[in-house]
């Protein structure tokens, strides 16, 4: 059972900056897809910043140019660099990873973005 543990989260004000960080417990190079998720009470979880296996970063429309994904494979690890936040980026974040019909979840990270 593959493991994802995310650390990172926390409160921030308006315009400030925050980098998340999902630990695999697997060669992250084993997924089909990896990525960032969010969501709100009463909303679905949305996609945020996912990379495919083939290594494209899709970015939804509202954080592009203001997040940013990395990796780190040696410690098999993914990274969300969140700047210029805004007050709609409250929000759990979540990391989510995919491999056939598996999906794999982490706990969660609580961002709030208020003054």
């Known amino acids: 059972q593959v493991q994802l543990a995310e650390s990172g989260g926390g409160l921030v004000q308006p315009g400030g900056s925050l980098r998340l960080s999902c630990a695999a417990s697997?060669?992250?190079?084993?997924?089909?897809?990896m990525g960032w998720y969010r969501q709100v009470p009463g909303k679905e979880r949305e996609s945020v910043a996912v990379i495919s296996g083939g290594g494209t970063i899709t970015y939804a429309d509202s954080v592009r140019g203001r997040f940013a994904f990395s990796r780190s494979l040696a410690k098999n690890t993914a990274y969300l660099q969140m700047n210029s936040l805004e007050p709609e980026d409250t929000a759990v974040y979540y990391c989510?990873?995919?491999?056939?019909?598996?999906?794999?979840w982490g706990q969660g990270t609580q961002v709030t973005v208020s003054s």
């Open positions: 989510g990873a995919f491999r056939g019909d598996a999906n794999y």
């Open positions: 697997d060669n992250i190079l084993r997924f089909d897809r």
